[in-house]
């Protein structure tokens, strides 16, 4: 990752989108029509999709030509539902049928349902993974564990954050509102403020739930609004980890 010389604060921006599904190729499309990065996690035996909604072995391949694929577990299934060693095995496999499909490394992880326990980050450490990707949200920096790397915001409505966001917006009482009734108002909201002060923008989501829940046109206002910004750095997840500035302090986190 090529870091531009300027006198602003040094913004990245990442995506990511889990699971393999069908549709993570329409999502691909439109990240491609805006030259935006990202990662793809895919769990090539996904039990939680059907055999016909997954992506093939050709549709990992043809996104791995512009976007980073990362490894999911082979089937999807919860880490802490497993014993270590199966846990180990899943980690591994999906890795491997990833590796096979693409004929190149897997070098990013993010825990199915954002579900692990002590144990696990080392498994992932120990698979040949350089990253993990959690589902936490409200973060923007890459967090002080590569292990446990957090997100900005996901792309559906989280009304547990609610609260959380009337508090902070309290001054702002519409826009507190907005957020709350709008994810993408929400990550609009945050993109502008990593823009003036620095950090790390990481939006993620589901194509699956894009689409059952409608989000399609919200999504492609947000990626309308953080693409093609003059000084922007866009990476993939593993991306991220060159842009070493990234890494050091974690006070700017937003939760
Ligand atoms: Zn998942």
């Given at each position: 990752?090529?870091?531009?010389?300027?006198?602003?604060?040094?913004?990245?921006?990442?995506?990511?989108?889990?699971?393999?599904?069908?549709?993570?190729?329409?999502?691909?499309?439109?990240?491609?029509?805006?030259?935006?990065?990202?990662?793809?996690?895919?769990?090539?035996?996904?039990?939680?999709?059907?055999?016909?909604?997954?992506?093939?072995?050709?549709?990992?391949?043809?996104?791995?030509?512009?976007?980073?694929?990362?490894?999911?577990?082979?089937?999807?299934?919860?880490?802490?539902?497993?014993?270590?060693?199966?846990?180990?095995?899943?980690?591994?496999?999906?890795?491997?049928?990833?590796?096979?499909?693409?004929?190149?490394?897997?070098?990013?992880?993010?825990?199915?349902?954002?579900?692990?326990?002590?144990?696990?980050?080392?498994?992932?450490?120990?698979?040949?993974?350089?990253?993990?990707?959690?589902?936490?949200?409200?973060?923007?920096?890459?967090?002080?564990?590569?292990?446990?790397?957090?997100?900005?915001?996901?792309?559906?409505q989280?009304?547990?954050?609610?609260?959380?966001?009337?508090?902070?917006?309290?001054?702002?009482?519409?826009?507190?509102l907005g957020c709350i009734t709008n994810w993408a108002t929400l990550a609009t909201?945050?993109?502008?403020?990593?823009?003036?002060?620095?950090?790390?923008?990481?939006?993620?989501?589901?194509?699956?739930?894009?689409?059952?829940?409608?989000?399609?046109?919200r999504?492609?206002?947000?990626?309308?609004?953080?693409?093609?910004?003059?000084?922007?750095?866009?990476?993939?997840?593993?991306?991220?980890?060159?842009?070493?500035?990234?890494?050091?302090?974690?006070?700017?986190?937003?939760?």
């Amino acid at each position: 990752v090529t870091v531009p010389t300027t006198c602003r604060p040094l913004v990245v921006v990442t995506t990511s989108w889990d699971d393999g599904h069908l549709l993570d190729a329409r999502v691909a499309a439109l990240l491609a029509e805006r030259a935006l990065a990202g990662t793809f996690y895919v769990a090539p035996d996904n039990s939680e999709l059907a055999a016909d909604s997954r992506l093939d072995d050709g549709a990992v391949r043809d996104l791995s030509q512009t976007f980073e694929i990362g490894g999911h577990t082979a089937t999807h299934r919860r880490l802490p539902d497993l014993s270590v060693s199966q846990a180990a095995d899943e980690i591994r496999t999906g890795k491997e049928r990833l590796e096979q499909i693409i004929g190149g490394p897997v070098e990013s992880f993010a825990y199915p349902g954002g579900a692990f326990r002590e144990e696990h980050p080392a498994l992932v450490q120990g698979a040949g993974f350089r990253s993990a990707r959690t589902t936490a949200r409200g973060s923007t920096s890459l967090g002080g564990d590569r292990y446990r790397m957090p997100t900005t915001v996901q792309a559906r409505q989280h009304p547990r954050d609610w609260p959380g966001i009337a508090i902070a917006e309290w001054a702002h009482p519409r826009l507190a509102l907005g957020c709350i009734t709008n994810w993408a108002t929400l990550a609009t909201l945050i993109f502008d403020r990593v823009l003036a002060t620095g950090g790390l923008f990481h939006l993620w989501g589901h194509s699956w739930e894009i689409d059952r829940f409608g989000q399609w046109r919200r999504l492609e206002t947000v990626l309308d609004h953080i693409a093609r910004r003059p000084g922007v750095v866009y990476a993939t997840n593993s991306g991220t980890l060159d842009v070493d500035v990234l890494t050091t302090g974690s006070e700017d986190d937003q939760s």
